[in-house]
C-alpha cells in the first residue's frame, strides 16, 4: 500500500508543477474540474468531466468574421473535433490539433462551438458561446486592416492596424505578376520597401500571427492586401533608385551599384599596381598575377580583381537599367 501511494505522488506532483508552468494553479485546477460553469475571455465556457478539452486565454474574437479556438493539448487523446451550431451541427475540423481558426463565421451572430476529444467509444466536449462584433467600416470583416500608405518613385510605406495585438506579421510584396518576396517574423505595424520603380503598380499583402501554446506560428489563412501605383518621377535620367549609388570605378562610371559595391571599385583601383605581373606576360603590362582577372566593368576596364568581383560587376551591368530613373 505505501509503494502504491508513493507511486501516485511521484506521478501526481509533476503534473501539479507542469499546471503551474501552464499558469494553472491546484486550486484553479480543481474548482475548474467541479465547476458546471465559469466565465472564460470570448464567453461562457462548459466543462465536461473524463479529459474534455480546455480552452486557453488565446481564444478570442479575431474579427467579425472570423474566431480563433485553442486548447491544450491532450495527451490521451486518438482525435479531437470541432463543431459549430448554428447553423445545423456543421463539423468543422477532425484530426488530432490544439487550435482551429473559423473563417466563415457572420458579423453580430451567436455561435456555440464544441470541441471534442476521443478516448475511445464516447467522447469528452467542452463548448464555449462566442457572439462576434458588428461589422464596421474599419474592420472589412479581416483581422489585419492596411489603414493607408506613402509612395516616392522608388517606395512605399504601408501602414495597417489589426484588431488583436499580434506578435509578428508575415509581409509578402511584388511587382504586379512577378513571384513574392516574403519577410518573416516581422515586429510593428509599418513596413518600407526601397529599390522600386517609379509609375509600376506592386501588391502588398500583410497578415498577423500568433505564437501558439507550443510556440507554434497560428496564422490565419487570407492576406490584407492593397495595390500600389509608385509616381512617375520628374527628374533627371540617371540618377539612381533610393539605396544604390554610382559604381565609379571611373569618374564617369554611373551604373547604379550597392554602396559597399562602390568602396570595393574604388578599393581594387588602389590596388592596381600590386596585382598585376612584374615581368609582363601574355596581355603585356596588364597581365594579372595568378588569382587575379580583369574587372571589366566598362570596354578597356584592366584592373585586376578576384574573379568574384568581375561576376558582380557584370552582374550590376546587367541590372544598371532598373536600378535608375528614366
Known sequence: MKSLQM????????????????????????????????????????????????FTGSTRVLAPRWVYLEWYWLPD???????????GSQVFSSGFATSFTDQSAQPKTTYTYKVCAYYGAAPACSSIVI???????????????????TATPSSFTVQWTSIHNYGVYLIRWAREGQPDTQIDDFQGHAYTINGLQPNTTYVFKVKGCDRSFWGTHSCPDDWAQV???????TGPAGICLQGYVWREATPSDHVCVPPQTR????????????????????????TCLQGYVWREAFAGDHVCVTPQTRAQSAYDNSQAWSRAYH
Open 77 to 87: 487523446a486518438t482525435g479531437v473535433s470541432v463543431t459549430r451550431t448554428p447553423p
Open 131 to 149: 457572439t462576434t462584433p458588428p461589422l464596421s467600416p474599419s474592420s472589412f470583416g479581416s483581422p489585419v486592416d492596411v489603414t493607408g500608405y
Open 263 to 286: 568602396s570595393q571599385a574604388a578599393y581594387d583601383n588602389s590596388q592596381r599596381f600590386n596585382r598585376v605581373s612584374p615581368n609582363g606576360g601574355p596581355y603585356g603590362p596588364d
Open 227 to 233: 495595390f500600389i501605383v509608385t509616381p512617375k518621377y
Open 7 to 54: 507511486l501516485c505522488c511521484l506521478l501526481f506532483f509533476p503534473c501539479l508543477l507542469i499546471m503551474s508552468l501552464m499558469g494553472f494553479s491546484s486550486a484553479a485546477y480543481a474548482a475548474s474540474v467541479q465547476a458546471t460553469h465559469f466565465v472564460k475571455p470570448g464567453g461562457q465556457f462548459t466543462r465536461s468531466d473524463g479529459g474534455a478539452p480546455v
